[in-house]
């Protein structure tokens, strides 16, 4: 509603952004040597959100909106929440608690619509984690990834978009077997597979021949170059220990997927270790879960990121 209108105004408007408007917190220091007669101060700022405030004022600020779109001509609102994936686990926890505690208050009034976006496992977490929250939502619809030629059109689209002169034709930065390469490495990562393009030609920019008719970069080199990258990168992050253990899984095939129980025999640790390794290669952005099925084990692979680094 914010979005799409932003002309809109009245109190349920004005409601609604204070609801979602964070707190500013000022704070401050003082400090004194005793000898050396110095004194010093020092001043911070940040960001806070009001704890409870959803739930507490969420659903009469919904009420409100919904009213006041109806009385615009709308026939309701959508509320969509994105990137659900980006929340811990116990963040996604509590915000299964917090839906099911605004379930009759808010979520089944008539012209809400409630979008949930993010990993399956996170809106699975989210969404059908109380019995009260599933008879409200459908079963999460999994999209599939973006064919190839979608990929290339939408790059296509976007160098378009960013082209200086339209009386000169654009030339793709990139040579089509490598952006094919990357997507095949990423698999259906679409983001990672946009950054590293992005983080490949950046470095790349500049070295090739100039004229009239530079030649895109090609596979060998993007390659070569987000290898190198992507190391010193993710050696970096993850320390020796880390390190060895993504390197010998990779010594298997970068692309398996691995469980745990397959992990302990791998890297000859116990499970603890493999656990708290895991951990750490997941927050490197390393190795992904794959959404579980069942009392099955959690199954891991490598990301694209660590895929290009070997």
Same mark, same amino acid.
């Given at each position: ?8 105004? /009245? ?6 952004? *204070?609801?979602?408007?964070?707190? $500013?917190? $000022?704070?401050? /220091?003082? @400090? ?8 010093? /101060? ?17 659903? $009469?600020?919904?009420? !409100? ?7 615009? /001509? ?10 659900? %994936?980006?929340?811990? %686990? ?15 208050? #808010?979520?089944? *009034? ?5 979008? +949930?976006? &993010?990993? =399956? ?16 939502? @459908? ?59 992005? !983080? ?14 530079? #030649?895109?970069? &090609?596979? !060998? ?11 010193? %990168?993710?050696?970096?992050?993850? &320390? ?6 993504? +390197?010998?899984?990779? &010594? ?9 129980? *397959? ?10 270790? +493999?656990?708290? =390794?895991?951990?750490?290669?997941? %927050? #490197? ?6 959404? $579980? ?5 959690? *199954? ?8 290009? #680094?070997?």
């Amino acid at each position: 509603m914010l979005a799409n209108r932003p002309t809109a105004a /009245g109190p349920e408007v004005e409601a609604a952004q *204070q609801l979602v408007r964070s707190i $500013r917190l $000022r704070g401050g /220091g003082f @400090s004194l040597s005793a000898f050396g007669l110095g004194v010093g /101060g020092s001043q911070s700022e940040s960001l806070a959100t009001p704890p409870g405030v959803l739930l507490l004022d969420g659903p $009469r600020v919904l009420r !409100d909106l919904l009213r006041y779109a109806i009385g615009q /001509g709308a026939r309701g609102i959508v509320l969509h929440l994105n990137n659900l %994936e980006n929340l811990s %686990e116990a963040d996604a926890s509590r915000a299964a608690d917090l839906l099911r505690g605004i379930r009759d208050q #808010a979520q089944l *009034q008539d012209g809400l619509h409630l979008i +949930v976006v &993010g990993t =399956t496992d996170a809106v699975r977490t989210v969404v059908q984690s109380h019995t009260q929250i599933r008879s409200v939502f @459908s079963n999460p619809l999994v999209l599939e990834p973006l064919a190839l030629s979608d990929v290339v059109q939408l790059l296509a689209n976007r160098y378009g978009a960013l082209q200086l002169d339209p009386a000169r034709p654009w030339r793709s930065p990139v040579d089509d077997a490598a952006v094919q390469r990357l997507y095949e490495l990423f698999r259906g990562d679409l983001r990672g597979l946009l950054k590293a393009l992005e !983080d490949g030609i950046t470095a790349l920019l500049g070295l090739t021949t100039a004229g009239a008719m530079v #030649a895109p970069v &090609g596979l !060998d080199d993007l390659l070569l170059t987000l290898r190198q990258r992507n190391q010193v %990168e993710l050696q970096n992050q993850l &320390g020796d220990i880390a390190w060895e253990r993504l +390197v010998a899984w990779a &010594g298997v095939d970068a692309a398996s997927i691995q469980t745990q129980a *397959q992990l302990v025999e791998l890297w000859a640790v116990k499970q603890p270790s +493999v656990s708290q =390794t895991l951990q750490q290669l997941i %927050e #490197a952005g390393a190795v992904e879960p794959l959404p $579980r099925r069942g009392r099955e084990a959690i *199954q891991y692979r490598t990301t694209g990121t660590a895929r290009l #680094a070997f």
